[in-house]
């Protein structure tokens, strides 16, 4: 390995940091493609000068190995998991995976988000909806499931189980989240939130500044807020 810069020497307080710097340098030269050393080497000098002494750096390189040996994402997000990272250490990770690994921005937004578009829109009263499609296996919903209709991200949480079903709609300001269900021809609009382990089926329209939430299910109702 090369030895360190002047500029790397000055960020290194101490033995330690310099011997921590070498031996994740040395990993990832292991692991990682040429072209992102250089890069490596700035998140180990960062990573190393943390509370956990760069111990996120292994984690990152195990999964960039998953990645690099062409592991299915299923199998990587579980050991991602598994690797119990605080939030903020999860998204340090993340970052540092989608920028030093060839697969890492595809598995980065696989593992932070739960569906895509499928390129097919309707008009909604003069808005345009998009369908949806669901990328991984959650709840009832398997990865290759075709959705409903949203306006926009914002309509539907990638987080917790919930999902826009058959030919549903919810647009504007209106939000499902945690893991609510919204089947049928249901339609959701105006500022509605739909919440907990609500479900909604059949022809119900709810609008305005309704808030469902716990473990309500509504059928075929009409109800503004």
Same mark, same amino acid.
């Given at each position: 390995?090369?030895?360190?810069?002047?500029?790397?020497?000055?960020?290194?307080?101490?033995?330690?940091?310099?011997?921590?710097?070498?031996?994740?340098?040395?990993?990832?030269?292991?692991?990682?493609?040429?072209?992102?050393?250089?890069?490596?080497?700035?998140?180990?000098?960062?990573?190393?000068?943390?509370?956990?002494?760069?111990?996120?750096?292994?984690?990152?390189?195990?999964? %960039? &190995?998953?990645?690099?040996?062409?592991?299915?994402?299923? @199998?990587?997000?579980? /050991?991602?998991? #598994?690797?119990?990272? *605080?939030?903020?250490?999860?998204?340090?990770?993340?970052?540092?995976?989608?920028?030093?690994?060839?697969?890492?921005?595809?598995?980065?937004?696989?593992?932070?988000?739960?569906?895509?578009?499928?390129?097919?829109?309707?008009?909604?009263?003069?808005?345009?909806?998009?369908?949806?499609?669901? %990328? &991984?296996?959650?709840?009832?919903?398997?990865?290759?499931? @075709?959705?409903?209709? /949203?306006?926009? #991200?914002?309509?539907? *949480?990638?987080?917790?189980?919930?999902?826009?079903?058959?030919?549903?709609?919810?647009?504007?300001?209106?939000?499902?989240?945690?893991?609510?269900?919204?089947?049928?021809?249901?339609?959701?609009?105006?500022?509605?939130?739909?919440?907990?382990?609500?479900?909604?089926?059949?022809?119900s329209v709810i609008c305005g500044d309704?808030?469902?939430?716990?473990?309500?299910?509504?059928?075929?109702?009409?109800?503004?807020?």
């Amino acid at each position: 390995m090369k030895t360190l810069t002047a500029a790397q020497s000055k960020q290194l307080t101490d033995e330690k940091h310099i011997d921590l710097y070498k031996h994740f340098v040395k990993q990832g030269e292991e692991f990682l493609d040429k072209k992102y050393i250089e890069e490596w080497k700035e998140f180990v000098l960062w990573r190393i000068r943390d509370t956990y002494k760069g111990r996120d750096l292994t984690d990152c390189l195990e999964i %960039i &190995k998953l990645l690099n040996n062409g592991q299915d994402f299923p @199998i990587v997000e579980k /050991i991602f998991y #598994e690797q119990d990272h *605080s939030l903020l250490s999860s998204s340090i990770c993340l970052n540092i995976i989608g920028l030093v690994c060839e697969r890492g921005q595809e598995f980065k937004y696989y593992i932070k988000n739960k569906y895509i578009f499928t390129g097919l829109t309707r008009e909604f009263c003069g808005k345009t909806l998009y369908q949806i499609q669901a %990328i &991984k296996d959650f709840g009832d919903v398997k990865k290759g499931d @075709i959705g409903g209709w /949203i306006e926009n #991200e914002k309509n539907l *949480s990638h987080e917790g189980e919930c999902w826009v079903y058959d030919e549903a709609i919810v647009c504007d300001r209106a939000i499902v989240c945690d893991n609510a269900k919204i089947c049928n021809n249901s339609q959701v609009y105006n500022k509605a939130i739909i919440c907990g382990n609500v479900s909604i089926e059949g022809e119900s329209v709810i609008c305005g500044d309704a808030w469902i939430y716990e473990d309500a299910k509504i059928k075929d109702v009409r109800f503004s807020g």
